[in-house]
């Protein structure tokens, strides 16, 4: 059914809890004065990502476990997905997965369908490469007191992965929203580590109050949120294999835009139709897969 002016209003009223909004009320919802904004998002058409036509394949279960963490000081599920024809033990490169707040190792090695659109990709002569992802907490992939979640990406997973089998001499990383931050962060604290970093809807904020208008456990203070601000470390990014990707309804994309303003390269960032969802993440996922096989494999 077409979405009318009138039917617009409607649900906007209803989501608002306002009867009668008008047009100054839609204008007010579309600047978040008023909620409602991602019901106009949806309604408008914002968050309608052109789904993307590459071929998906089988992906195989996901191998688990868990390791005793220093370095966040408890137990730390983590997950590995292989690309069809390939096992445990299998010297692949490694693409790390850093998931979203409130989410896990799990999630993380799911997320955009990338394992369908690898598997989907290996017949066209795409390298294979394993996705492997740890669970970080909610803490956005930082150091907070007695946990820290980059430490164990890098000191104590990478190393697990290398017992394992898998060539930690090559190695991509990759998240989305909190995951997208963290993936942006790790390739700034370890700047030779990573061949491609890829960020999909990044979860950056303007400023602490912002960060702890959505989550108050992102950044214990206004002094950490500045010491872990990669908006402020823009420059920084200079020679580093990123690439980000966002949809322009996304409400992280304003932050993501000062951030691409202030880079050395502005045309690492990608903003297109979409929101914070995974229609927007598998629309980008392909390029994505292909652009971490090319760089592992080169």
């Keep these: 059914m077409p979405v009318t002016r009138r039917r617009l209003l409607q ?4 989501a608002v ?3 009668g909004l008008g047009a100054g009320g839609l204008a007010l919802v579309d600047a978040e004065v008023l909620p409602g904004r991602s019901v106009l998002n949806h309604a408008l058409g914002r968050c309608a990502a052109r ?4 071929p998906r394949g089988a992906a195989q279960p996901p191998v688990t476990g868990s390791f005793r963490s220093a370095a966040r000081r408890r137990e730390v599920a983590f997950a590995i997905s292989y690309p069809p024809g390939y096992a445990p033990g299998a010297e692949l490169p490694v693409c790390l997965a850093l998931h979203g707040y409130a989410a896990d190792a799990g999630t993380a090695v799911a997320a955009a369908r990338y394992p369908e659109f690898l598997a989907g990709a290996l017949p066209d ?16 992939w930082h150091l907070h007191a007695g946990d820290d979640p980059l430490g164990m990406l890098v000191g ?4 697990l992965l290398a017992a394992r089998g898998l060539r930690t001499d090559r190695v991509a990383v990759a998240g989305w929203s909190m995951g997208g931050y963290g993936a942006l962060l790790a390739a700034l604290t370890h700047r030779d580590r990573f061949r491609a970093v890829v960020a999909t809807s990044p979860a950056i904020f303007h400023s602490y109050d912002d960060a702890r208008g959505v989550n108050a456990g992102a950044f ?3 002094d950490e949120w500045a010491r ?3 908006t402020a470390r823009a420059r920084e990014f200079a020679g580093l294999p990123v690439r980000i990707a966002i949809g322009a309804a996304d409400p992280f994309a304003p932050a993501v835009r000062t951030l691409r303003d202030r880079l050395p390269d502005p045309g690492v960032v990608a903003i297109g139709t979409g929101c914070h969802d995974n229609d927007y993440w598998a629309s980008v996922a392909p390029e994505q897969v292909r652009a971490i096989s090319a760089a592992l494999a080169g």
């Excluded at 649900?11 to 209803?14: E, K, P, R, V």
């Excluded at 789904?51 to 590459?54: C, E, I, W, Y």
């Excluded at 795409?126 to 956005?140: C, K, Q, S």
């Design 11 to 14: 649900s906007l009223g209803a």
């Design 17 to 19: 809890g306002v009867t």
């Design 51 to 54: 789904p993307s036509d590459a």
């Design 125 to 140: 002569g795409v390298a294979p490469f394993a996705l492997a992802a740890p669970d970080g907490g909610n803490g956005y």
């Design 156 to 159: 104590e997973f990478l190393p």
């Design 220 to 222: 214990d203070s206004a």
């Design 228 to 230: 872990y601000d990669v």
